[in-house]
C-alpha cells in the first residue's frame, strides 16, 4: 500500500534563491541528488506543464543495487503546479520493471518565509512499497541538507 513521506528543514537563505534552486535545472543537480548518487538529464523542461527525465547513478551500487539498472535510478517527472516563490509539485513515476516500484507519487516541495530564512517542506504522496521508509527518509534529509550547502556557497 502506498504511503506518504514527509521531510521538513530551516533553511537560512533569501526565500527567493531557495525557490530559484528549486526551478532552476542547473541548481536542481548541484544538490538533489543524495549523497552517493549524482544526477544527470535526459531532458528538462522546469515550467508548469513541463517534464524531465532525471537519472541518478550510484557512486558505488554494490550495497543499494538501482531501481532501473544495477546502479541507477531513472524517474520521469511531471510538473503538474507551480506557485512562484512558494510551491513546485511533481508526479514521478520510476523507470522500474519491479512492481514494487511502479505507480505514481506525487511530490510537493513548499517554501514558508521565515526568520532568516526559509522552511522547505517535503510531501511525498502514493510512495510505491518497493521504496523502503527509512531508506527514502534518509533521501529527503540528504536532499534538504545539500540543498542548505548549495545555497551556503551562493
Do not use: C
Amino acid at each position: 500500500m502506498a504511503r506518504t513521506d514527509r521531510a521538513s528543514l530551516l533553511i537560512h537563505a533569501d526565500p527567493e534563491l531557495l525557490f530559484e534552486a528549486l526551478t532552476t535545472p542547473e541548481a536542481l543537480l548541484a544538490w538533489l541528488p543524495p549523497a552517493g548518487m549524482h544526477g544527470r538529464f535526459e531532458h528538462v523542461d522546469l515550467r508548469e506543464g513541463g517534464s524531465y527525465r532525471l537519472i541518478l547513478s550510484y557512486e558505488d551500487a554494490a550495497g543499494a543495487p538501482g531501481k532501473t539498472t544495477d546502479d541507477s535510478d531513472a524517474s520521469d517527472v511531471r510538473i503538474v503546479r507551480i506557485v512562484p516563490g512558494r510551491l513546485v509539485e511533481q508526479e514521478i513515476v520510476f523507470d522500474a520493471e519491479d512492481p514494487a516500484f511502479q505507480g505514481t507519487m506525487r511530490m510537493t516541495w513548499t517554501v514558508d518565509p521565515a526568520d532568516g530564512g526559509a522552511e522547505v517542506q517535503i510531501e511525498a504522496r502514493g510512495v510505491p512499497d518497493g521504496v523502503l521508509a527509512r531508506d527514502h527518509a534518509a533521501g529527503l534529509t540528504s536532499s534538504l541538507a545539500n540543498l542548505a550547502a548549495y545555497l551556503d556557497r551562493r
